[in-house]
């Protein structure tokens, strides 16, 4: 036998053979590796916060409230301003009796003046989360065919101006020309405000005529379906004599552009 290092597998100078590295241990250092990376990652994303809790989400919903709040105040103190530039131009103004009487039309169709009249009032409503077919034929609900949803508020509100409504509010905000009825996830944003269901528009004019354009409605004919099958909320109540409010946001138009 051989007395070479070589042979023995001992390294020069006879000291302890040098362990050789099996893909086993190589497997295991890389996942030890891997998870290091991963830790670090992980603490550089939470910044020191709890990553795993809904904490991030409670705070953008905390976020987003405060903004609506922020929004509403926002809005009644520019009412205010404006109730006291229509005082002061009411008082200075030199305009013709025409020309006051073409204004305060025009005020009027603006949706920015209060409007009293006779109204009808549409409540809608999510249907109970544990809600299940209420008619023989119809399948189980799904998750989504239990709440409501952007375009069940747009056909009311649509069929309302159709019946020849006047003036609408919704939930507190009177809608104008620019207004734009928009849902994400099970909240409605109206002009910067944020509301949770059930929904109330509230529209002036002629009842019968209101209440004939909601029921001729083929959308709401299509949400009627649910509401039957699934218990989606519907309730359509004469309120008699109501004071809408006029709108208070800005009406400045940042997107638009003349026609060429």
């Not at 200075?92 to 603006?110: F, H, N, R, V």
Request: hydrophobic residues 35%; charged residues 20%; contains cysteine.
């Amino acid at each position: 036998m051989s007395n070479s290092a070589d042979s023995q597998g001992e390294p020069p100078g006879g000291g302890r053979p040098r362990a050789r590295l099996r893909p086993v241990r190589i497997l295991t250092v890389a996942v030890f590796a891997l998870a290091g990376l991963i830790f670090v990652t992980s603490f550089n994303t939470a910044k020191g916060t709890n990553i795993r809790t809904d904490a991030s989400l409670l705070k953008l919903s905390d976020l987003i409230q405060e903004r609506s709040h922020k929004n509403g105040q926002l809005e009644e103190s520019n009412g205010a301003i404006r109730d006291d530039v229509d005082a002061l131009t009411e008082h200075g103004g030199a305009g013709t009796k025409a020309e006051d009487a073409k204004l305060s039309a025009l005020e009027k169709a603006s949706g920015t003046k209060k409007l009293r009249g006779q109204a009808v009032s549409v409540t809608l409503a999510d249907a109970p989360p544990n809600a299940t077919a209420k008619l023989p034929g119809y399948p189980e609900p799904q998750p989504n065919d239990l709440v409501i949803h952007q375009q069940d508020l747009q056909a009311v509100v649509n069929a309302l101006w159709n019946g020849g409504a006047q003036g609408i509010k919704v939930m507190d905000q009177r809608l104008i020309a620019t207004s734009a009825v928009r849902c994400v996830g099970n909240t409605l944003i109206l002009q910067g405000r944020v509301y949770s269901p059930p929904y109330k528009i509230t529209a002036v004019g002629d009842p019968e005529k209101l209440k004939q354009a909601l029921g001729a409605s083929p959308q709401i004919q299509n949400y009627m379906l649910y509401v039957n099958a699934y218990g989606l909320g519907w309730k359509v109540e004469d309120d008699g004599a109501v004071t809408l409010p006029g709108y208070s946001g800005t009406v400045d138009l940042h997107y638009a552009k003349p026609v060429e």
